[in-house]
């Protein structure tokens, strides 16, 4: 025996106290999910429609299953009861409203997950900032996993709604030509916002995992350089150690010393000129004033100069007069 709970009448709703399904007509029951949601999907004819959506990130699985028994309308969800909070404030007065209701509720869960998104690759790109080896590399690959799937529940709904449009259920969505319009809206704003972040998302995490590899590739560099030396130096000294261990001794420990000493400097003036670039890039680090355009008004402040004397305008002075009369 199913444990359904009445939640509202619809139009030409009529439901004795204490009614089920079976004594009620144009009524809306409420109750636990019966079998497992497997995809997001519209489906069944003109006497028995179901409707079955998904909704929450990770650690919220909801589920919820929409179906038309009769004249009667069975909302099926998990314990999460998210969509039952929602439809509370929106009177159902017809089948095919409760279903735009149902498919407007699973577009805002999508689109703010959508938008967390970019917080989210924040997040992982700031932790993984001091890592330079691939660590990181499954953690990148589960999040872009993660983002794709929204991609393909974004493909679901759009087949849900293409059957609405094309008119395969004309009885039950009488009714509802407003709120179809309003689905399809706010459909298309959440198809063109997650294409939009998607290119960032992907663009900025091909960009993170090449600075990764570039930094393998840099260390690989290195030690390959040590091995050589070491190898080398290992021919020279082999002979010394079997002459003399002391010296043989000593100088593996200098050469050991050396090779260290060159990895720590090679490290460290990739790190140096890392900040240089950056510090070169913040126009906030070079000097004041530096290359700066003189203004109108900086030529309004200025002191003026000492008059010139009048010689240096052409005009003779008396001594000039004296000398030549």
């Known amino acids: 025996m199913e444990e359904l709970t009445f939640l509202q009448r619809m139009n030409r709703g009529r439901h004795p106290e204490g009614a089920g399904p079976a004594d009620s007509a144009y009524c809306v029951f409420y109750g636990p999910v019966r079998e497992p949601v497997v995809r997001q999907r519209i489906f069944g004819d003109e006497e028995s429609l179901t409707l079955e959506l998904v909704y929450g990130g990770e650690g919220q699985d ?3 299953r929409l179906r038309q028994e009769g004249s009667n309308l069975i909302i099926e969800e998990t314990s999460l009861g998210l969509f039952r909070d929602y439809l509370e404030e929106k009177p159902v007065k017809y089948l095919g409203q409760a279903l735009m209701y149902a498919l407007l509720f699973k577009i ?3 689109s703010a997950l959508v938008e967390r998104g970019v917080e989210d690759m924040k997040l992982l790109e700031n932790s993984l900032d001091s890592h330079i080896d691939n660590s990181g590399t499954y953690q990148i690959l589960d999040f872009r996993r993660r983002y794709t799937g929204y991609g393909d529940q974004i493909i679901s709904i759009k087949e849900i709604i293409a059957r609405i449009d094309k008119g395969y259920f004309p009885m039950q969505m009488q009714n509802s030509y407003v709120l179809q319009g309003q689905v399809a ?3 298309q704003f959440l198809e063109e916002r997650y294409e939009l972040i998607k290119n960032t998302v992907i663009k900025d995490l091909d960009t993170y995992t090449s600075i990764v590899n570039n930094n393998i590739n840099r260390n690989a560099r290195l030690l390959s350089i040590v091995s ?11 002979g010394v ?3 003399n261990p002391v010296l043989g001794i000593a100088g593996g420990v200098v050469v050991g010393g050396l090779t260290v000493g060159a990895a720590v400097s090679y490290r460290a003036g990739g790190i140096q000129n890392a900040i240089r670039m950056g510090r070169r890039g913040r126009p906030g680090l070079k000097g004041p004033g530096l290359h700066r355009p003189l203004k109108a008004r900086d030529m309004e402040e200025a002191p003026p100069g000492p008059e010139k004397p ?5 005009h003779e002075t008396e001594d000039d007069k004296a000398a030549r009369s």
């Open 62 to 64: 909801g589920a919820l």
């Open 108 to 110: 805002a869960d999508l």
């Open 185 to 187: 809206l706010e459909f």
């Open 228 to 238: 050589l030396a070491a190898v080398a130096l290992n021919l020279m000294f082999g």
């Open 241 to 243: 150690l079997a002459m």
């Open 310 to 314: 009048e010689e240096e305008h052409g």
